[in-house]
């Protein structure tokens, strides 16, 4: 069967003909392909790590009515390693970081790629929404995980 995008009757796959949505589904791809380098590089990292993650919320926001779209980014764990990462080391984008894990949590696809991954933590993500991540970990078949508050 084919998936379905809300009202309208459009399919998935016609989704992509609708040049709004496959515009947003290229920005989202964009801007996730430009998180790896960044990540990979400690230098880049200094000094692009907001600029790239901004992209990347923002596209992601665009679509966070479109579940399907965003079911279908490749390369979710390269997205969940930075979120990590950025997390770890730039607490002062803890909320602009929620934004994103709020629209990624209510994904299954989402959330059983950062399950898969050994190289994320739920540890690394910020206090305040915890709970509710390591809730959504279990959902899915993630081993629940103990959060380590910092003083």
């Given amino acids: 069967g084919r998936l379905r995008l809300g009202g309208g009757g459009m399919t ?5 003909k609708d040049p709004t949505v496959a515009a947003k589904v290229e920005r989202v791809n964009k801007a996730r392909d430009g998180l790896r380098p960044v990540y990979e590089d400690p230098h880049r990292w200094e000094n692009e ?7 990347f919320r923002v596209a992601c926001v665009h679509l966070r009515k479109d579940r399907e779209s965003l079911d279908a980014v490749e390369e979710k764990q390269m997205v969940w390693r930075f979120l990590c990462k950025l997390s770890r080391t730039r607490q002062p984008f803890w909320n602009r970081t929620e934004e994103v894990l709020n629209i990624l949590m209510a994904s299954d696809a989402w959330m059983k790629a950062f399950v898969e991954d050994p190289e994320t933590n739920p540890n690394d993500l910020p206090t305040n929404i915890a709970k509710e991540f ?3 970990l279990e959902e899915v078949g993630g081993q629940p995980a103990r959060h380590v508050l910092l003083a």
């Fill in 12 to 16: 998935f796959k016609d989704s992509f």
């Fill in 49 to 55: 790590c907001e600029e790239v993650f901004s992209e």
């Fill in 134 to 136: 390591t809730s959504r």
